[in-house]
């Protein structure tokens, strides 16, 4: 199959290589053309684990290559992803269309031949009908069928959950688009992967409800967190006894600092005015969205507590400053809110993160960023772990407490055990638990 991935952003650029390595031609379209020039150069704009090597052995083969021309390289392709950025759009949180609005009507332009034009970018219900609209009045001898094929991959992860999804989701209108989607998928769907078709408003409502329910998951298991160390309970025996109910399952029970990303906040937000617009209100992701927001902000207060409630000239060591591990993207990372809340405090901070320093230097001011972990220490009256790295998770708590002023440890994401720190010496203030 000829594939042409419009948009070779995170999505784009993992779906295209994804595909390439299935054995399809594709090329990723880009308008940025340092972009395309980088990656021309086997340089990855971001961050991912095993995509180095996965770009370099597709385009050595011949299946994949690069492109700012989006009319000569679409021309060909039996099937053309979209899959540009809808972020929020600024002030109301409606999804913001206008680049999936700009490419369909370049794509409506250029196309040659029954072409499958397929959304992979998320979108709120009833996009593909705006898109087959664009499409149409722009050229009404295009012969395309808009068909939404959402994706669910995570960052860090993202080459594993392309290549080994739960499911395939194919919102068709036209019944040509089943069998060239089947082709595209079909080393997913030999592997059993299942594919779900269905219609195109339905696809493109899956995506946010997954989206949602994720973040209502978390959500709901962090206020469970609070309630836990109001009561004396722990968070992490209630999340095993509820996750193995299988009704409810183990996975996205972990309590933490509130949920960040590029996805859950724009996506819950994007739901609640769909709803509103639908007449249809989501009342739960509402409150999902408010409780998320309030738990942010409310982790440096937690911090300030375990500082005898004063920070004013303290020194808050900060380990992890992306939004998750395994990537360098800042967005709506709880970090940011954490550390203007100290600052605001008065407190000197300083952060270390394996990735993310080059994108948090932008968006914090007055943070000292040091080169490990053991240098946050130094001077610190009080340790924050905010991303679960890897190399947090076997630090030398000797070597991190013997430079410290004060042998504070706040650990929002439960990486430690009660008795080992409690053994090291640390006053040690986690999530939901005992403390
Ligand atoms: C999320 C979804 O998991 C993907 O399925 C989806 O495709 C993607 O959004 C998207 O819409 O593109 P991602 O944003 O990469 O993926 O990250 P997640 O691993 O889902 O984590 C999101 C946030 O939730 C992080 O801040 C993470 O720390 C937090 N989280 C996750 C928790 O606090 N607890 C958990 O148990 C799980």
Request: net charge negative; glycine share 8%.
């Amino acid at each position: 199959m000829k594939i042409a991935i419009v948009g070779s952003g995170y999505v784009g650029l993992v779906s295209g290589v994804c595909l390439a390595d299935f054995g399809h031609e594709v090329i990723c379209i880009d308008k940025d053309a340092d972009k395309i020039a980088a990656l021309l150069q086997g340089i990855i704009p971001i961050y991912e684990p095993g995509l180095d090597e996965l770009v370099k052995s597709n385009v050595s083969a011949g299946r994949l290559s690069f492109s700012t021309d989006l009319p000569t390289s679409i021309a060909p392709a039996d099937v053309v992803f979209i899959a540009v950025g809808t972020p929020s759009r600024r002030g109301d949180g409606h999804a913001d269309l206008s680049f999936v609005r700009a490419v369909a009507r370049e794509i409506a332009g250029a196309v040659t031949g029954f072409t499958v034009v397929a959304t992979k970018s998320t979108v709120p219900v009833g996009t593909g009908d705006e898109i087959a609209h664009i499409i149409a009045s722009i050229n009404p001898g295009a012969d395309v069928a808009v068909v939404s094929n959402p994706e669910f991959l995570r960052e860090g992860a993202a080459i594993e959950d392309f290549k080994r999804p739960d499911r395939i989701v194919i919102g068709i209108e036209d019944e040509r688009a089943r069998e060239v989607m089947t082709e595209v998928y079909r080393p997913l769907y030999l592997n059993q992967s299942p594919l779900q078709f269905t219609g195109r408003r339905t696809a493109e409502l899956i995506k946010y409800a997954a989206n949602a329910f994720l973040a209502m998951k978390i959500t709901f298991i962090n206020e469970v967190a609070d309630l836990c160390e109001a009561s004396g309970a722990d968070v992490q025996e209630v999340a095993r006894g509820i996750g193995l109910d299988n009704r409810i399952g183990s996975k996205f029970l972990h309590a933490g600092p509130g949920y960040g990303g590029s996805c859950f906040p724009k996506d819950t937000q994007a739901l609640v005015k769909i709803g509103q617009d639908f007449g249809s209100p989501m009342r739960l992701v509402e409150t999902t969205v408010s409780i998320n927001d309030h738990r942010k902000r409310a982790m440096s207060r937690k911090v300030i507590a375990a500082c005898s409630g004063d920070v004013r000239g303290k020194t808050i060591g900060v380990l992890g400053l992306t939004f998750k591990p395994n990537t360098d993207d800042m967005r709506e990372a709880p970090s940011i809110d954490l550390i203007r809340g100290l600052q605001d405090r008065g407190a000197k901070v300083v952060a270390y993160d394996p990735q993310g320093m080059m994108a948090a230097r932008e968006l914090l001011k007055d943070v000292i960023f040091v080169e490990n972990a053991y240098d946050a220490a130094r001077g610190a009256d009080a340790m924050v772990l905010v991303t679960e790295w890897n190399e947090f998770r076997s630090l030398d708590l000797e070597r991190i407490k013997s430079t410290m002023t004060a042998p504070v440890f706040v650990d929002l994401r439960n990486v430690y055990p009660l008795q080992e720190m409690a053994r090291h010496g640390f006053t040690y203030v986690s999530i939901g638990r005992r403390q």
